[in-house]
């Protein structure tokens, strides 16, 4: 596999927004994704701007966004981490009880799903949240929406397993999202 698994640079902010758009309109973002691309395309410029500045490699520290580039510089797939703690504001899902990363955003262009690319998103972002020393992280988590089993049989293969934790999904249409956790060893 030929791909440069890396953290964003601020300054890539327009290539940020595209992936975005573009995770927008794939056929799975209704049950992927907690935003439209309708909402997201009308973002101003200096939103996309902080997201890509707070998630690069200099930012501050709370946010890493992963991307998969193909040889030809194309941006092929992305995962976000997010660090949480227990006295942070909760943003999706239950309040943390330990210091834990949190895997979202997670797309990868249908050309590239499995080749690897995903696979190696994920040990790269996971390998950043381990680490970490302060905080230490416990454990990763992700939420995977139960109308996306492929999503959920690709983590369960990662190595996540369900939590028993599950929240409303977004939009009170009755289904739910599962957590699904990733221990730290040793």
Known sequence: MDYVMR???AEEWPQVRQLRLDALQDP???VAFLESYEDAAAKPDVFWQQRAADAAEDGPGRVRQFV???PDGEWVGSVTVLVESPDDEVRFGEASPVDQAHLVGV???PEVRGTG???ALFREAVAWA???SVPRMERVR???HERNPRAAAFYRKFGFVPSGQRIPAPGDRGEEEVEYVLGREG
């Open 28 to 30: 799975a973002a209704p």
């Open 130 to 132: 381990w680490s970490l």
């Open 7 to 9: 953290v964003v640079r």
């Open 68 to 70: 998969a580039e193909s």
């Open 117 to 119: 690319v995903t696979e």
């Open 107 to 109: 797309f990868v262009r």
């Open 142 to 144: 992700l939420y995977v």
